[in-house]
């Protein structure tokens, strides 16, 4: 099964990157910029204690070592850990996912989480929060993400980032929330450069031939069961192989 998701993987997504100059240039800042380019402390008591632990925990983190990074919300944090073990294990690898999280939140807590970061690849998934809870504009989530990978470069010049495209969000195709994603989406796709910024859409792998997200991949429309996490890591494995120069 592994070896025919990677096959499919591979053909839906080698070469995908697209192609721009500099650190996403295609969104550059804005005067002023929106809230979700602007590091902030998030209000909600979940997020606080999830960042306060994380940050009790980071001087035994040994970020200085850590070579593969994982940035995002609660489908991040939510990894299932058999599968992130086999799929990563062995690549000293750190996740740094807080459930609902937002673009702003993201540029907040990285300011104390990098430190001595210096990875080889972050893979970055962001910004459904944004686009669902407080009806965010596509242009103002994607130039936080713009804002991220800038984060990253400024602290980290040779790190590579690979950015994920919003996964899918909601069972049907038509769900409005769709066709907002979709415009992040695109636009965040104009932040690859092919060279230290990378952008793939994995999400169309979730879904059938009709767009649906089904209960085997997903229990609630959005955050992935196992067989989720099976497909978005086979479906990414060629790309990270690629990037961590393996």
């Not at 599968?83 to 062995?90: H, K």
């Not at 495209?165 to 929330?177: F, M």
Request: charged share 15%; aromatic share 6%; with cysteine.
């Amino acid at each position: 099964m592994r070896r025919v998701l990677l096959g499919l993987a591979c053909a839906a997504l080698c070469g995908s990157a697209a192609q721009a100059a500099g650190t996403c240039p295609a969104i550059p800042p804005r005067n002023p910029m929106p809230v979700e380019a602007t590091p902030a402390s998030l209000t909600d008591p979940t997020w606080l204690k999830q960042v306060a632990d994380l940050d009790a925990r980071l001087p035994s983190l040994q970020r200085e070592s850590r070579q593969l990074v994982f940035i995002g919300d609660s489908i991040t944090a939510g990894w299932d850990p058999g599968l992130f073990s086999q799929f990563y294990g062995d690549r000293s690898p750190l996740l740094l996912g807080i459930i609902g999280d937002y673009t702003q939140g993201v540029l907040q807590r990285l300011q104390d989480e990098w430190g001595p970061l210096r990875p080889r690849l972050v893979v970055l998934l962001i910004g459904t929060n944004n686009t669902t809870w407080t009806k965010a504009p596509p242009a103002d989530v994607a130039l936080g993400v713009a804002e991220i990978v800038r984060l990253i470069h400024r602290h980290s010049p040779a790190t590579r980032v690979l950015i994920l495209g919003i996964l899918p969000h909601g069972r049907e195709a038509s769900e409005p929330v769709r066709a907002v994603n979709a415009q992040v989406n695109a636009l965040i796709s104009r932040c690859a450069d092919g060279q230290t910024t990378f952008y793939v859409d994995v999400g169309r792998l979730l879904v059938n031939a009709n767009g649906q997200l089904s209960n085997e991949v997903s229990f609630d429309g959005l955050h992935l069961l196992p067989v989720g996490y099976a497909i978005l890591a086979t479906a990414l494995e060629p790309t990270i192989h690629r990037l961590m120069g393996e």
